[in-house]
């Protein structure tokens, strides 16, 4: 995901943010006084929301893939991210994006309730194509874009992330996991990372652990239960981010 060098060379301007569910999005509209784009730049019928604001040298677009049409519930999961994530760079030609979100952790990677991490690597485990060289395509592993200074200057702690479209795990699921050298799994990250990279924007992801996928409690039970107050600790972790951002070259990060 290199950006030109002259690119890297301008302060960042236009930060594109992709968060699947509206808790986790909500509170980082509030916190950057966005609003809500009535003249959507997406096509007509699609559920996809953007809010939009300027933030000190910042403009900042937060795309949410809004809720389903037919079923009323956050639409997750990669395809959504993935349609979103091609359709907002078409539109808003971002310099940079940042896709934020909740996964789950495992506690015997070091994971707990509250973590958040900076995504050095994406990388899907539930693609399995037993072919040689589909079997890599499968796994989709790409790199997030480097920012060791805002890592160091933040310390915040890094992660390889695996991406799969179901919220429980199957024993194939955790295989692919391990082999993925995982410490955190989400629903999105390898498939925004995949657009990103193929349109070749730089990407970065922030995941906060709300639930331990390796603990005693039932996956779906513990991401509900600490949905809100997560969601808390990821809205200020993309505050500090941008924060850090702000009047930086893509090369500073």
Known sequence: MAASHAQNQEPISNILIVIAMQTEALPVVNKFNLTEDPQSPFPEGVPWVRYHGTYKDLNLNLIWPGKDPALGV????????????????QALHPDLI??????????ARGASIGDVFI???????????????????????????ESPNLVKDLDLKVAKLSTGDSLDMTEQDESSIIANDATVKD???????????????PAIFIKAVTDIIDGDKP???????????????????????????????????
Do not use: W
């Not at 896709?99 to 495992?106: D, I, K, Q």
């Not at 990388?123 to 796994?139: E, K, Q, S, T």
């Not at 990250?189 to 070749?200: F, N, P, R, S």
């Open 74 to 89: 956050d639409s997750v999961g990669t395809i959504s991210s993935a349609l979103v994530t091609y359709a907002a760079i």
């Open 119 to 145: 995504v050095s690597d994406c990388a899907f485990h539930d693609r399995r194509i037993p072919i040689p060289v589909f079997d890599l395509y499968g796994v989709g592993l790409r790199k997030a874009f």
């Open 219 to 253: 996956t779906a039970e513990e991401f509900l239960q600490n949905l809100a107050a997560v969601t808390a600790s990821l809205d200020l972790a993309v505050e500090k981010v941008i924060n850090f951002i702000n009047g930086k070259c893509l090369s500073d990060l």
């Open 187 to 201: 629903m999105e990250g390898a498939a925004v990372a995949y657009v990103a990279d193929l349109l070749k924007v």
């Open 98 to 107: 940042i896709n934020a979100g909740t996964a789950g952790g495992f506690k």
